[in-house]
């Protein structure tokens, strides 16, 4: 069987960034409800509390991002392999996802350290790009 080329149009990227913007917003809306937290006026935070507010939205943009993706490559009729790095990379983006909106909560509940969720979102996906690196071999999804 021929191997498709990865590579995708510029409308496939751009229903992906939109798909992984609105998911973050979602997520970003709901954390600051969490932290009862608002734009409009100053909570005396600092950079790492911002951080900490910011990453787990971008693990759910990566998630909507990447199944946008995928759901377009399937509809082009482009077959796409179980052991794929996409698939890989939805699947643990989730898991890093719900992992740190749990610390997230630990940390509002607990009072631990600015910045933890930060930091464990940096060597979760680090060592998560290291392991779509060494172990896939395709890099990504089929040409739409």
Same mark, same amino acid.
């Given at each position: 069987? &021929?191997?498709?080329? %990865?590579?995708? +149009?510029?409308?496939?990227?751009?229903?992906?960034?939109?798909?992984?913007?609105?998911?973050?917003? *979602?997520? *970003?809306?709901?954390? /600051?409800?969490?932290?009862? @937290? +608002? /734009?409009?006026?100053?909570?005396? =935070?600092?950079?790492? #509390?911002?951080? !900490?507010?910011?990453?787990?939205? $971008? +693990? @759910?943009?990566?998630?909507?991002? *990447?199944?946008?993706? *995928?759901?377009?490559? &399937?509809? +082009? =009729?482009?077959? $796409?392999?179980?052991? #794929?790095?996409?698939?890989?990379?939805?699947?643990?983006?989730?898991?890093?996802?719900?992992? @740190?909106?749990? &610390?997230?909560?630990?940390?509002?509940?607990?009072?631990?350290?600015? =910045?933890?969720?930060?930091? &464990?979102?940096? $060597?979760?996906?680090?060592?998560?790009?290291? %392991? $779509?690196?060494?172990? %896939?071999? !395709?890099?990504? @999804?089929?040409?739409?």
């Amino acid at each position: 069987m &021929e191997r498709l080329v %990865f590579t995708f +149009s510029m409308d496939t990227n751009i229903y992906a960034m939109l798909a992984g913007a609105v998911a973050a917003a *979602l997520v *970003l809306g709901a954390d /600051l409800r969490r932290r009862r @937290l +608002s /734009l409009t006026r100053a909570a005396g =935070g600092r950079a790492r #509390s911002f951080l !900490d507010i910011v990453f787990p939205p $971008i +693990s @759910l943009a990566i998630v909507g991002g *990447l199944a946008v993706k *995928l759901i377009l490559a &399937e509809g +082009s =009729g482009a077959l $796409i392999p179980w052991r #794929s790095s996409a698939l890989w990379a939805i699947g643990t983006y989730a898991a890093i996802f719900v992992f @740190l909106w749990r &610390e997230g909560h630990r940390q509002i509940q607990f009072q631990r350290p600015r =910045g933890i969720v930060v930091a &464990e979102w940096l $060597i979760l996906a680090g060592v998560n790009q290291a %392991f $779509i690196a060494s172990f %896939f071999l !395709d890099r990504g @999804l089929p040409a739409t």
